[in-house]
């Protein structure tokens, strides 16, 4: 198993320019998760999908979009990047099969810029 | 709104020390509480992960405790190597909706000196 595969691993972007990150799970899990992670922010959770077909916004989802169409994808879009939106983005997945024995795993992160 | 602290946020140490990590959270309504590694520059992987109804988990020279009661953990390190200078993450997984959701602290910076 790959686990959970992000891309791209790095990206620069000018403000106002769109991109999608691409998150990739091959262990079945029903949960995908997008965190960013900022210096002394710790991680926050951005959007969220609780199976194919669904999203949810977590704690800081203004300016992006995610969507679901495949139980194994989840993307992240930013329409119009912001230097707010420099980051470390982590997508994670977990099967919630009983809750309380679920761990996430994390993909390696994607390092965005933007100018 | 469930806050999780951990502390120290950076700690050095000399090889073979024994150590301890604290984590506290607010809200003691949580489903599990988590020990996570991160390495410079990488994703986060999992260490331990401890239910709600237990008290520890141990994984080789790894211990976490759970007093949910009083919403702390401690992840003890023992024999500490440089391999184990990392840093060192604390998540709680509560309910949020249909969602289960996890609570990250801000981390602690381990160095072990050779």
């Known amino acids: 198993n790959a686990g959970v595969t992000q891309t791209p691993k790095f990206r620069v972007l000018k403000t106002g320019q769109s991109m999608t990150l691409l998150c990739a799970q091959d262990m079945n899990h029903e949960y995908m998760y997008w965190y960013r992670q900022d210096p002394g922010m710790g991680l926050r959770l951005i959007h969220y999908?609780?199976?194919?077909?669904?999203?949810a916004k977590g704690e800081v989802p203004d300016g992006y979009n995610v969507s679901r169409l495949k139980k194994q994808n989840f993307l992240l879009g930013l329409e119009s990047a912001a230097p707010s939106q420099t980051s470390v983005y982590f997508c994670?997945?977990?099967?919630?099969?009983?809750?309380?024995?679920?761990?996430?795993?994390f993909g390696p992160g994607t390092r965005l810029t933007v100018l | 709104k469930q806050e999780v602290t951990q502390i120290p946020a950076a700690l050095s140490v000399p090889e073979g020390e024994n150590l301890v990590l604290n984590c506290s959270f607010t809200d003691s309504a949580i489903y599990n509480l988590q020990w996570f590694r991160q390495d410079p520059g990488k994703g986060l992987t999992s260490l331990l992960l401890i239910q709600s109804s237990q008290r520890e988990q141990t994984s080789g020279r790894l211990n976490a405790s759970l007093d949910k009661s009083s919403g702390r953990s401690t992840l003890y390190i023992a024999a500490s190597q440089p391999g184990d200078s990392a840093t060192y993450l604390c998540a709680v997984s509560s309910r949020g909706g249909s969602n289960y959701k996890l609570t990250f602290g801000k981390g602690t910076l381990l160095t072990v000196n050779p």
């Open positions: 994670a997945s977990t099967i919630h099969l009983a809750g309380s024995k679920d761990t996430q795993y």
């Open positions: 999908s609780v199976g194919e077909g669904t999203t």
